[in-house]
């Protein structure tokens, strides 16, 4: 039996954690809910996690709010959220409004891939 879901909020992951963390997510390409809120990601966590992100083929939901993530975070996400063909939400509340206006811009780029997702409380 696969791990379907998998919560690591408020842990204190941080870049080191994410980048630690980002291999074995690689790994589970069956989990389908995966909770990082709380973490202090950072953009360095971001960029580490976004491989990672792609490989994970059926994730349907994803939260990364409150993770201080920045318009940096934002350009390492954008392309991997836009190649998850099953997600359909997307928690990003808590991040710094330079991380959201630059994921929104990059995004546009990905219109239609924006259309089929939930977005929850981006700002």
Request: aromatic residues 6%; hydrophobic residues 55%; charged residues 15%.
């Amino acid at each position: 039996m696969a791990l379907r879901l998998l919560n690591l909020r408020h842990n204190e992951l941080r870049a080191a954690g994410a980048s630690a963390l980002a291999p074995a997510l690689a790994a589970m390409p069956r989990l389908t809910s995966l909770d990082l809120r709380y973490n202090f990601l950072e953009a360095a966590g971001a960029v580490a996690l976004a491989p990672a992100l792609v490989a994970m083929s059926q994730l349907t939901s994803l939260s990364l709010a409150t993770n201080q993530l920045t318009a940096a975070a934002a350009v390492a996400l954008a392309p991997a959220l836009a190649a998850m063909p099953q997600l359909t939400s997307l928690y990003l509340v808590g991040n710094s409004v330079k991380f959201t206006e630059a994921l929104k811009r990059w995004l546009r780029w990905y219109e239609q891939e924006l259309n089929r997702w939930n977005v929850i409380q981006l700002l």
